[in-house]
T-cell receptor
Framework: NAGVMQNPRHLVRRRGQEARLRCSPM?????VYWYRQLPEEGLKFMVY????????ESGMPKERFSAEFPKEGPSILRIQQVVRGDSAAYFC??????????FGSGTRLTVV | QQQVKQSPQSLIVQKGGISIINCAYE??????FPWYQQFPGKGPALLIA?????SEKKEGRFTISFNKSAKQFSLHIMDSQPGDSATYFC??????????????FGTGTRLTIIP
Protein backbone atom coordinates (compact mmCIF):
# COMPACT_ATOMS: atom_id res chain seq x y z
CA ASN A 1 0.00 0.00 0.00
CA ALA A 2 1.67 3.17 -1.22
CA GLY A 3 -0.17 5.48 1.14
CA VAL A 4 -1.84 8.74 0.14
CA MET A 5 -0.09 10.08 -2.95
CA GLN A 6 -0.08 13.76 -3.75
CA ASN A 7 1.44 15.39 -6.78
CA PRO A 8 3.14 17.49 -7.64
CA ARG A 9 5.20 17.89 -4.46
CA HIS A 10 6.10 21.45 -5.42
CA LEU A 11 4.22 23.74 -7.77
CA VAL A 12 5.15 27.24 -8.86
CA ARG A 13 2.55 29.38 -10.58
CA ARG A 14 2.50 33.00 -11.70
CA ARG A 15 -0.30 35.21 -10.48
CA GLY A 16 -3.42 34.65 -12.56
CA GLN A 17 -2.57 31.08 -13.59
CA GLU A 18 -4.43 27.95 -12.57
CA ALA A 19 -3.12 25.40 -10.08
CA ARG A 20 -4.22 21.77 -10.12
CA LEU A 21 -3.35 19.60 -7.15
CA ARG A 22 -3.91 15.86 -7.30
CA CYS A 23 -4.53 13.34 -4.55
CA SER A 24 -4.74 9.57 -4.89
CA PRO A 25 -6.21 8.06 -1.72
CA MET A 26 -5.04 4.85 -0.12
CA UNK A 27 -6.42 1.70 -1.66
CA UNK A 28 -9.89 1.01 -0.36
CA UNK A 29 -10.40 4.54 0.98
CA UNK A 30 -13.42 6.34 -0.42
CA UNK A 31 -13.28 9.52 1.68
CA VAL A 32 -10.94 12.41 0.89
CA TYR A 33 -10.26 15.56 2.88
CA TRP A 34 -8.27 18.61 1.79
CA TYR A 35 -6.50 20.94 4.22
CA ARG A 36 -4.43 24.08 3.75
CA GLN A 37 -1.44 24.97 5.91
CA LEU A 38 -0.16 28.51 5.81
CA PRO A 39 3.44 29.12 6.95
CA GLU A 40 3.84 28.74 10.72
CA GLU A 41 0.14 27.89 11.13
CA GLY A 42 -1.99 24.83 11.76
CA LEU A 43 -3.97 23.04 9.14
CA LYS A 44 -7.33 24.43 8.10
CA PHE A 45 -10.07 22.19 6.76
CA MET A 46 -11.17 23.00 3.22
CA VAL A 47 -13.40 20.26 1.82
CA TYR A 48 -14.58 16.69 2.36
CA UNK A 49 -15.48 14.52 -0.61
CA UNK A 50 -16.68 11.03 -1.30
CA UNK A 51 -16.65 9.48 -4.75
CA UNK A 52 -18.54 11.87 -7.08
CA UNK A 53 -19.92 13.88 -4.15
CA UNK A 54 -18.89 16.98 -2.23
CA UNK A 55 -20.05 16.34 1.33
CA UNK A 56 -18.75 19.42 3.16
CA GLU A 57 -17.13 22.43 1.50
CA SER A 58 -17.57 24.80 4.43
CA GLY A 59 -13.84 25.60 4.51
CA MET A 60 -13.45 26.41 0.83
CA PRO A 61 -13.07 30.02 -0.23
CA LYS A 62 -16.19 31.05 -2.11
CA GLU A 63 -14.37 32.02 -5.29
CA ARG A 64 -11.62 30.50 -7.42
CA PHE A 65 -11.40 27.21 -5.48
CA SER A 66 -13.09 23.96 -6.48
CA ALA A 67 -12.64 20.27 -5.73
CA GLU A 68 -13.75 17.01 -7.24
CA PHE A 69 -13.37 13.30 -6.62
CA PRO A 70 -14.49 11.47 -9.74
CA LYS A 71 -15.57 7.85 -9.92
CA GLU A 72 -12.25 7.00 -11.54
CA GLY A 73 -8.97 8.75 -10.87
CA PRO A 74 -7.57 11.05 -8.22
CA SER A 75 -9.22 13.84 -6.32
CA ILE A 76 -8.39 17.27 -7.76
CA LEU A 77 -8.18 20.60 -5.94
CA ARG A 78 -8.30 23.41 -8.49
CA ILE A 79 -7.37 27.00 -7.80
CA GLN A 80 -8.13 29.44 -10.60
CA GLN A 81 -6.41 32.81 -11.07
CA VAL A 82 -3.98 32.22 -8.21
CA VAL A 83 -2.86 35.10 -6.00
CA ARG A 84 0.14 35.41 -3.67
CA GLY A 85 -2.05 34.62 -0.67
CA ASP A 86 -2.73 31.16 -2.08
CA SER A 87 0.90 30.19 -1.42
CA ALA A 88 0.69 27.40 1.15
CA ALA A 89 1.06 23.68 1.66
CA TYR A 90 -2.03 21.76 0.64
CA PHE A 91 -2.56 18.38 2.26
CA CYS A 92 -4.91 15.63 1.32
CA UNK A 93 -6.03 12.87 3.68
CA UNK A 94 -7.99 9.72 2.97
CA UNK A 95 -10.15 7.58 5.21
CA UNK A 96 -11.93 4.24 5.05
CA UNK A 97 -14.86 5.97 6.84
CA UNK A 98 -13.71 5.22 10.39
CA UNK A 99 -11.77 7.60 12.59
CA UNK A 100 -8.06 8.06 11.99
CA UNK A 101 -7.22 9.10 8.49
CA UNK A 102 -3.87 9.24 6.74
CA PHE A 103 -2.31 12.37 5.31
CA GLY A 104 -0.23 12.64 2.17
CA SER A 105 3.06 14.54 2.05
CA GLY A 106 1.41 17.61 0.60
CA THR A 107 1.81 19.94 -2.35
CA ARG A 108 3.69 23.14 -1.70
CA LEU A 109 2.26 25.88 -3.89
CA THR A 110 4.26 29.02 -4.49
CA VAL A 111 2.69 31.90 -6.37
CA VAL A 112 5.17 34.34 -7.88
CA GLN B 1 -16.53 28.11 19.26
CA GLN B 2 -14.70 25.96 16.74
CA GLN B 3 -11.23 26.95 17.97
CA VAL B 4 -8.61 24.73 19.51
CA LYS B 5 -5.97 26.74 21.36
CA GLN B 6 -2.51 25.21 21.68
CA SER B 7 0.48 26.20 23.81
CA PRO B 8 3.36 26.72 23.91
CA GLN B 9 4.24 27.81 20.40
CA SER B 10 7.75 26.42 20.81
CA LEU B 11 9.39 24.23 23.40
CA ILE B 12 12.97 23.22 24.11
CA VAL B 13 13.54 20.18 26.30
CA GLN B 14 16.68 18.40 27.32
CA LYS B 15 17.15 14.81 26.20
CA GLY B 16 15.56 12.47 28.71
CA GLY B 17 13.18 15.12 29.99
CA ILE B 18 9.39 15.35 29.79
CA SER B 19 7.80 17.42 27.03
CA ILE B 20 4.32 18.78 27.76
CA ILE B 21 2.04 20.43 25.23
CA ASN B 22 -1.40 21.76 26.15
CA CYS B 23 -4.61 22.32 24.24
CA ALA B 24 -7.99 23.78 25.13
CA TYR B 25 -11.23 23.67 23.19
CA GLU B 26 -14.58 25.40 23.34
CA UNK B 27 -16.95 23.23 21.36
CA UNK B 28 -18.53 20.69 23.76
CA UNK B 29 -19.60 18.58 20.76
CA UNK B 30 -15.99 17.57 20.16
CA UNK B 31 -15.52 13.93 21.11
CA UNK B 32 -12.34 12.81 19.39
CA PHE B 33 -8.95 14.35 20.19
CA PRO B 34 -5.93 13.22 18.17
CA TRP B 35 -2.36 14.44 18.26
CA TYR B 36 -0.31 14.66 15.09
CA GLN B 37 3.44 14.79 14.60
CA GLN B 38 4.85 16.58 11.57
CA PHE B 39 8.44 16.61 10.33
CA PRO B 40 9.64 19.29 7.87
CA GLY B 41 8.45 18.61 4.35
CA LYS B 42 6.11 15.82 5.44
CA GLY B 43 2.42 15.46 6.13
CA PRO B 44 1.08 15.14 9.68
CA ALA B 45 1.14 11.61 11.09
CA LEU B 46 -1.27 10.40 13.76
CA LEU B 47 0.56 9.88 17.02
CA ILE B 48 -2.11 9.07 19.59
CA ALA B 49 -5.79 9.88 20.11
CA UNK B 50 -8.31 9.90 22.94
CA UNK B 51 -12.07 10.04 23.43
CA UNK B 52 -13.68 11.82 26.40
CA UNK B 53 -14.82 8.61 28.12
CA UNK B 54 -11.30 8.16 29.54
CA SER B 55 -9.04 10.63 31.33
CA GLU B 56 -5.73 9.23 30.16
CA LYS B 57 -4.30 7.13 27.35
CA LYS B 58 -0.74 5.90 27.13
CA GLU B 59 1.14 4.47 24.15
CA GLY B 60 4.81 3.88 24.79
CA ARG B 61 6.44 7.17 25.75
CA PHE B 62 3.39 9.21 24.70
CA THR B 63 0.49 9.97 27.05
CA ILE B 64 -2.65 12.03 26.54
CA SER B 65 -4.29 13.49 29.63
CA PHE B 66 -7.88 14.66 29.20
CA ASN B 67 -9.91 16.93 31.48
CA LYS B 68 -13.49 17.05 30.23
CA SER B 69 -14.78 19.57 32.76
CA ALA B 70 -11.97 22.03 31.97
CA LYS B 71 -12.16 21.26 28.22
CA GLN B 72 -8.42 20.71 28.12
CA PHE B 73 -6.12 17.96 26.97
CA SER B 74 -2.38 17.59 26.90
CA LEU B 75 0.37 15.50 25.37
CA HIS B 76 3.22 14.24 27.53
CA ILE B 77 6.35 12.81 25.93
CA MET B 78 8.41 10.92 28.48
CA ASP B 79 12.17 10.41 28.11
CA SER B 80 12.23 12.85 25.19
CA GLN B 81 14.71 11.99 22.42
CA PRO B 82 16.32 14.08 19.64
CA GLY B 83 14.22 12.09 17.14
CA ASP B 84 11.10 13.56 18.77
CA SER B 85 12.08 17.02 17.49
CA ALA B 86 9.15 17.95 15.26
CA THR B 87 6.02 20.08 15.19
CA TYR B 88 3.09 18.69 17.15
CA PHE B 89 -0.53 19.54 16.49
CA CYS B 90 -3.54 18.81 18.64
CA UNK B 91 -6.88 18.50 16.91
CA UNK B 92 -10.53 17.81 17.63
CA UNK B 93 -13.49 16.41 15.81
CA UNK B 94 -17.12 15.53 16.44
CA UNK B 95 -18.83 12.23 15.68
CA UNK B 96 -22.04 14.20 15.54
CA UNK B 97 -20.93 15.27 12.08
CA UNK B 98 -22.35 11.97 10.80
CA UNK B 99 -19.25 10.41 9.39
CA UNK B 100 -17.59 13.72 8.54
CA UNK B 101 -14.21 13.48 10.26
CA UNK B 102 -13.09 17.02 9.59
CA UNK B 103 -10.58 18.13 12.15
CA UNK B 104 -10.06 21.47 13.85
CA PHE B 105 -6.34 21.88 14.46
CA GLY B 106 -4.37 23.82 17.02
CA THR B 107 -1.66 26.15 15.76
CA GLY B 108 1.19 23.74 16.51
CA THR B 109 4.14 23.45 18.88
CA ARG B 110 7.66 23.26 17.55
CA LEU B 111 9.50 20.87 19.86
CA THR B 112 13.29 20.77 19.98
CA ILE B 113 15.10 18.16 22.05
CA ILE B 114 18.66 19.15 22.92
CA PRO B 115 21.42 16.75 24.01
Amino acid sequence: NAGVMQNPRHLVRRRGQEARLRCSPMKGHSHVYWYRQLPEEGLKFMVYLQKENIIDESGMPKERFSAEFPKEGPSILRIQQVVRGDSAAYFCASSPATYGYTFGSGTRLTVV
Amino acid sequence: QQQVKQSPQSLIVQKGGISIINCAYENTAFDYFPWYQQFPGKGPALLIAIRPDVSEKKEGRFTISFNKSAKQFSLHIMDSQPGDSATYFCAASSEANFGNEKLTFGTGTRLTIIP
